[in-house]
């Protein structure tokens, strides 16, 4: 199936029509609430198309100055998961992070965001630290890997 998946650096206009797709996520977000995370920063905007159609993007960007690069967001529209879509998106940003000489992926991520902790748990990420919330739920957890 990865095979199938073509993943391209796209402006962000792309990232905003397949944001909306993502229900987890808010459908309002547009361009502007990309544009003032990563300004003036190293940036990468991708999406992932299967025959023509986009599926799913990660943003990312170089939060911390510190030798990592951080994937901001990422989502698969809900018609287009478990196809490998996600696998293909972090393998290019991987790919991508380190020919640029960064040398460790960051992200943080949710206790319910589920699918993606087995990701990142599956695909070598160590977790370094836990933000408490009220609700356990919405702890925010960060992860790291190695490139
Ligand atoms: C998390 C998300 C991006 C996964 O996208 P996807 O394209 O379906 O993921 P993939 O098919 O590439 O799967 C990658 C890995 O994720 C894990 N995974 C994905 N879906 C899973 C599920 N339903 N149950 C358990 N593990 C799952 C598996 O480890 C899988 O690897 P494997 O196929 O080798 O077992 C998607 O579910 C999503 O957009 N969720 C809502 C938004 C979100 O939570 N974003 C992350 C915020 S930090």
């Known amino acids: 199936m990865t095979d199938k998946i073509i993943i391209k650096e796209v402006p962000i206009d792309e990232v ?10 808010d459908a309002q977000y547009q361009k502007d609430y990309f544009d003032n995370k990563y300004k003036n ?4 905007i991708i999406v992932a198309y299967i ?15 510190d030798g990592s690069f951080y994937c901001w967001m990422a989502g698969v ?15 290019y940003e991987n790919a991508w992070a380190k020919e640029k000489g960064y040398n460790t992926i960051k992200i943080k991520t949710r ?15 160590a977790f ?18 190695e490139l």
């Open 16 to 25: 905003v029509k397949v944001n909306a797709t993502i229900v987890e996520f």
């Open 41 to 44: 920063k190293d940036k990468l």
């Open 51 to 65: 025959d023509n159609h986009p599926t799913g993007y990660i943003v990312g960007y170089d939060r911390f100055e």
């Open 77 to 91: 529209n809900p018609r287009f998961r478990k196809l490998s879509v996600l696998k293909a998106l972090m393998n």
């Open 111 to 125: 206790n319910n965001r589920r699918e993606m902790l087995s990701y990142l748990i599956k695909y070598g990420f």
């Open 128 to 145: 370094t630290e836990v933000i408490q919330y009220p609700d356990i739920d919405n702890n925010r957890i960060l992860l790291e890997k």
